[in-house]
């Protein structure tokens, strides 16, 4: 089930509310569900294909490519059209 930007940075914004000393960075969302936070969008190998990042301005980015077990190759910017 794709989300929409809407729901995944207002789970990221309540993410941030509740853990106040983490408020730049990014919230990293699988399946609907917060699992982690890094001070900075980094090397896509190091998460799954079908992760969201969204970042403190709000950017939402998508892990794409490559697979569960090596990581994905890349990540892609998630505009509006795309998650609709």
């Known amino acids: 089930m794709s989300l929409l930007?809407?729901?995944l940075c207002?789970?990221?914004t309540?993410?941030?509310t509740?853990?106040?000393k983490n408020n730049d960075g990014v919230v990293l969302i699988w399946q609907g569900a917060v699992y982690?936070?890094?001070?900075?969008?980094?090397d896509?190998?190091?998460e799954r294909p079908g992760v969201y990042a969204v970042d403190?301005?709000?950017h939402v980015f998508i892990a794409e490519?490559?697979?569960?077990?090596n990581g994905a190759k890349c990540w892609v910017t998630v505009v509006p059209s795309m998650s609709r």
């Open 56 to 58: 403190d301005a709000g």
């Open 18 to 20: 509740d853990h106040q």
């Open 44 to 46: 896509a190998a190091h």
């Open 65 to 69: 490519g490559g697979d569960d077990y």
């Open 5 to 7: 930007i809407d729901d």
């Open 14 to 16: 309540q993410w941030r």
């Open 10 to 12: 207002t789970t990221a």
């Open 36 to 42: 982690g936070w890094k001070n900075s969008l980094r």
